[in-house]
């Protein structure tokens, strides 16, 4: 089993720019989430599905785009990258109420 | 205000030490988990907990549902223990069921 994997690890990006964050899993998951990660402060939520075919927002949505066509891929979409979203994004996949398990991450800058 | 709050926010201790790092909570939980974050940035799960306490190897949580809190004990610190601790609680709040709140972190520094 590869785990949850995500890509790219890191990424550079002009103001306006669009691009997508992928994330797959191969643990059969139902639940899947994308997170982001600033200094000083928690991992917050932006994203999460609880099957294929139903996403919902989290704390920080705006500005992103998510789907969830098959059960194992969960792409985060940046519709216009702004600087305020530059940080360290992570995806998850979990068991409903079970342990989460992660990525290695996305290192996003937005100039 | 963050639901979730660790304490010390950063952690320096000699090898072989024994280390607790806290994490009090706000909201109704149906578990708490601890995680790790080495850097370079992976995320990795060490305990998911509803109650009581939970052993892996020299790593110990606890939790103690009525005053909200847990703890996170490192037993004979090892400098390979550096890394940071973070704290989160699964809401069981009908509109952010399941749900993690996290807390900020706290950053472990074992020196030999």
């Known amino acids: 089993n590869a785990g949850v994997t995500q890509t790219p690890k890191f990424q550079v990006l002009k103001t306006g720019q669009s691009m997508t964050l992928q994330c797959a899993q191969d643990?059969?998951?139902?639940?899947m989430s994308w997170y982001r990660q600033d200094p000083g402060m928690g991992l917050r939520l932006i994203h999460y599905?609880?099957?294929?075919?139903?996403?919902d927002q989290g704390e920080v949505p705006n500005g992103y785009n998510v789907s969830r066509s098959t059960t194992e891929d969960f792409p985060l979409r940046l519709l216009s990258a702004a600087p305020s979203q530059t940080s360290v994004y992570f995806c998850?996949?979990?068991?409903?109420?079970?342990?989460?398990?992660f990525g290695n991450g996305t290192r996003l800058t937005v100039t | 205000k963050n639901e979730v709050e660790q304490s010390p926010q950063n952690l320096t201790a000699q090898e072989g030490e024994f280390i607790t790092i806290n994490c009090s909570y706000s909201?109704?939980?149906?578990?708490l988990h601890w995680l790790q974050q080495h850097p370079g940035g992976g995320i990795v799960s060490l305990f998911m907990?509803?109650?009581g306490k939970k052993k892996h190897g020299r790593l110990i949580a606890t939790i103690n549902i009525q005053e909200k809190h847990s703890s996170l004990h490192i037993t004979a610190s090892h400098p390979r223990d550096s890394a940071v601790y973070i704290c989160?609680?699964?809401?069981?709040?009908?509109?952010?069921?399941?749900?993690?709140?996290f807390g900020r972190g706290t950053q472990l520094t074992v020196w030999p």
């Open positions: 998850a996949s979990s068991r409903l109420g079970g342990v989460r398990h």
């Open positions: 643990m059969n998951h139902e639940y």
């Open positions: 599905s609880v099957g294929a075919g139903i996403t």
């Open positions: 909201v109704g939980i149906s578990a």
């Open positions: 907990l509803s109650s």
């Open positions: 989160a609680v699964r809401s069981d709040r009908g509109s952010t069921l399941g749900r993690l709140y």
